[in-house]
Nanobody, 124 residues
Framework: QVQLVESGGGLVQPGGSLRLSCAAS????????MSWVRQAPGKGLEWVSD????????FYADSVKGRFTISRDNAGNTLYLQMNSLKPEDTAVYHC?????????????????WGQGTQVTVSS
């Protein structure tokens, strides 16, 4: 069965950094695009970033562009999100999500599996 397990969240001061990981199992990780999506307290889901199956193409929401970097290790079945220059508005539960295909479709983001998420809190 497909499993996505996020880790690496925590409490960090504004301007700090965190690296999130998503350990994938139960499917051929290198065959599918992946994404990070977040949900702030009391708000809806917000797309953060995508990466194609091979890692060659990445996409970012304007709110994180230049500060966050998505990457993947297909040999180790792990997705990453390096978050720098964190702001209080980045506080949210961060989920990794699996696409049903290899190539990101920026017109229609559709995921077939989600992880439980990891909490990121940015506060002084």
């Amino acid at each position: 069965q497909v499993q996505l397990v996020e880790s690496g969240g925590g409490l960090v001061q504004p301007g700090g950094s965190l690296r999130l990981s998503c350990a994938a199992s139960g499917f051929t990780f290198s065959d599918y695009a992946m994404s990070w999506v977040r949900q702030a307290p009391g708000k809806g889901l917000e797309w953060v970033s995508d990466i194609n199956s091979g890692g060659g193409s990445t996409f970012y929401a304007d709110s994180v562009k230049g500060r966050f970097t998505i990457s993947r290790d297909n040999a180790g079945n792990t997705l990453y999100l390096q978050m720098n220059s964190l702001k209080p508005e980045d506080t949210a539960v961060y989920h990794c999500a699996k696409w049903a295909w290899a190539v990101v479709d920026t017109e229609s983001r559709t995921y077939d599996y989600w992880g439980q998420g990891t909490q990121v809190t940015v506060s002084s």
